[in-house]
């Protein structure tokens, strides 16, 4: 299995901060990676796919880049309705498989 | 809109099978563009997924499953379905059905159910 460390596992910001998460793959992914965002609750919801592409209708404060076995996600301006666990998956090959997540708290 | 949603019983016994059925509205499974998805969460926890099956019946899932899954198609019924074999308590959970798009681009779960807990306990 191809396995994903994501990093942080949690991390407190105040509103307007800008915040990463990385996410590390153990082999080369390419750029079979997307990132999710969980409310407490919900399902989880795409915000970014093929490392830093974003889904339609998600804002721009959202964004994503890497490639091959490194990953990062970064919300830049950080709101109240942000409060969610993020998650990264790779889509390279079966199982997908996810990071173990991060839970942004506002300050 | 399309929309997914899990039913099935919320308790299960220790050794006995998990069964969930997931029906599409808005949209039909008999779809070469979509792969339709199960995933779990244990509380607390992160996301698993188990496997998926394509439109034509054709099916992949996770091995650390151990081939304890069974995933089907009913086209007639607009329907999937997942069988989990042998519970235990570690497959207690919230189990999401997802409908997985893209293949080669945006291979994305991007269409969710809510998620429905099962606990298995005796």
């Known amino acids: 299995d191809i396995q994903m460390i994501q990093s942080p596992s949690s991390l407190s910001a105040s509103m307007g901060d800008r915040i990463t998460i990385t996410c590390q793959a153990n082999?080369?992914?390419?750029?079979?990676l997307n990132w999710y965002q969980q409310k407490a609750g919900k399902a989880p919801q795409p915000l970014i796919f093929?490392?830093?592409n974003l889904e339609t209708g998600v804002p721009s404060r959202f964004s994503g880049s890497g490639s091959g076995t490194d990953f990062s996600f970064t919300i830049s301006g950080l709101q109240p309705e942000d409060i969610a666990t993020y998650y990264c998956?790779?889509?390279?090959?079966?199982?997908?498989?996810f990071g173990q997540g991060t839970k942004v708290e506002i300050k | 809109q399309v929309q997914l949603q899990e039913s099935g019983p919320g308790l299960v016994k220790p050794s006995e099978t998990l069964s969930l059925t997931c029906t599409v509205s808005?949209?039909?499974?008999?779809?070469?563009?979509?792969?339709w998805s199960w995933l779990r969460q244990p509380p607390g926890k992160g996301l698993k997924w188990i496997g998926h099956?394509?439109?034509?019946?054709?099916?992949n899932d996770n091995p650390s499953l151990k081939s304890r899954v069974t995933i089907s198609i009913d086209t007639s019924k607009n329907q999937f379905s997942l069988q989990l074999r042998s519970v235990t308590a570690a497959d207690t959970g919230v189990y999401f059905c997802?409908?997985?798009?893209?293949?080669?681009?945006?291979?994305?779960?991007?269409?969710w159910g809510q998620g429905t807990m099962v606990t298995v306990s005796s």
């Open positions: 082999e080369d992914i390419s750029d079979c």
């Open positions: 998956q790779q889509c390279a090959g079966y199982p997908y498989t």
């Open positions: 997802a409908r997985r798009t893209g293949d080669g681009y945006r291979t994305v779960f991007d269409l």
């Open positions: 093929d490392a830093s």
């Open positions: 808005g949209g039909s499974v008999n779809s070469r563009s979509h792969y």
């Open positions: 099956v394509y439109y034509s019946g054709n099916t």
